[in-house]
Each structure stands twice: as C-alpha cells, then as structure tokens.
Antibody, heavy 122, light 106 residues
Framework: QVQLVESGGGVVQPGRSLRLSCEASGFTFSSYAMHWVRQAPGKGLEWVAVISYDGINKYYEDSAKGRFTISRDNSNNTVSLQMTSLRVEDTAIYYCVRMTTSATKIYGFDVWGQGTTVIVSS | IVLTQSPGTLSLSPGERATLSCRAS???????LAWYQQKPGQAPRLLIY???SRTTGIPDRFSGSGSGTDFTLTISRLEPEDFAVYYC????????FGQGTRLEIK
C-alpha cells in the first residue's frame, strides 16, 4: 500500500543539526513532488519545504531558509530534511507528505507519514 | 497569504450540521484550496481539494464551497467520528494553513 515512513527524529541541543529521512513505498516516488510539514506541540500545521519530482526545484518556508536543506534519492525512494542551527522553536512533529498533481489539477497533500518528533532543548 | 478559520471551536451534537469558515487575506484561486481533518495522535487526512472536490473515500456528508477569499467546509450530519480538528490550506501563493477549527461534541 501507499506509505511514507519518517525517521531520524530525536532530542538535540539548540544550535546542533539533525537529519530526517522519509522512505516511500507503494507508488512511483520519482513522479511526485514531496513536502515536509511540521506541527509544534498543541499547535497547527506549518509547511516547511518542497522538492520537485526530479530534485531540481526546492522551496522553503522563511524560517527554514538557509538552515534546512531538502533532498531526495529517487533510486532509493527517499526524501530527507537536513536541519542545522536548530532552535527551540523548531520543536515539532515533522511529517513527510506527498502532493499529487496532474497537468491540470493539484490534488492536495494526499499521503502523509506518521511523523517523527524533533525536540530542541538544552 | 494568511488563512483565518472560524470559529476556533465549534460545539455541536451528532446529527447536527457543521459549517466551518476559512477566510484568506487575499484572493485564492479555488483550485488551490484544500481542507484536512486531524484526529488526536494522527496525521492529517485530506478531505477536499480544489475547494469543492472530495478525495477518494470521503463521505458525501462532507462538502466544500467558496471562492476568492471566503471558503466553507460543511458537514451535513455529524457522525461521532467527525469530531476532530479541521484545517484549510492554500497552495496558490506559497503554502499556508489556517490555524484550525476544533469540532467538539456538545
């Protein structure tokens, strides 16, 4: 079945780095743009970054620019988020998300992983 | 684009009709507006895309409408499993979510 499984979360001190990974299965990974969305404890959803199906185009939410890097490996069906200079306010559940589009439509964020928790604390 | 959802919390009983609002700070093309449901401890689930199209497997008691800056999610007859938090999202200019509406049992 279609599935996204995140890993790599944990507890890290402010200023340190962490790399999140997401493994996709059950669909043709190389055909889809992939996103990271986060959710701070008790808060709403915040989009973080997107990478195009071929890895060429990448876009970031303002607070992630210059600190986070999204990448993908289509041969291994994985997308990653390298996070550096982490701040307390980066504490959140990080979701890997598929966005389905066609030539004429965008179908929204239709597949979500279960999330991986990042805690930034001294 | 800032999305403002109202009310923040909606208290209703099963069988009642729920109307959730999402207002955008500037016009959003309808094809770039979606709604999600999130239950405690779970990832969000896509309900509606393109403002009014239900995704596969979503019951027809869920409907979306609206255009420009005002969008609505309607649940015609609430079932016990519908009590959750609902988010609107736009992907017309970057990607943003509303702050959510909590639908609770009265």
């Amino acid at each position: 079945q279609v599935q996204l499984v995140e890993s790599g979360g944990g507890v890290v001190q402010p200023g340190r780095s962490l790399r999140l990974s997401c493994e996709a299965s059950g669909f043709t990974f190389s055909s889809y743009a992939m996103h990271w969305v986060r959710q701070a404890p008790g808060k709403g959803l915040e989009w973080v970054a997107v990478i195009s199906y071929d890895g060429i185009n990448k876009y970031y939410e303002d607070s992630a620019k210059g600190r986070f890097t999204i990448s993908r490996d289509n041969s291994n069906n994985t997308v990653s988020l390298q996070m550096t200079s982490l701040r307390v306010e980066d504490t959140a559940i990080y979701y890997c998300v598929r966005m389905t589009t066609s030539a004429t439509k965008i179908y929204g964020f239709d597949v979500w992983g279960q999330g991986t928790t990042v805690i930034v604390s001294s | 684009i800032v999305l403002t959802q109202s009310p923040g919390t909606l208290s209703l009983s099963p069988g009642e009709r729920a109307t959730l609002s999402c207002r955008a700070s500037q016009s959003v093309r309808s094809e770039y507006l979606a709604w999600y449901q999130q239950k405690p401890g779970q990832a969000p689930r896509l309900l509606i895309y393109g403002a009014s199209s239900r995704t596969t497997g979503i019951p027809d008691r869920f409907s979306g409408s609206g255009s420009g800056t005002d969008f609505t999610l309607t649940i015609s007859r609430l079932e016990p499993e519908d009590f959750a938090v609902y988010y609107c999202q736009q992907y017309d200019s970057s990607i943003t979510f509303g702050q959510g509406t909590r639908l609770e049992i009265k």
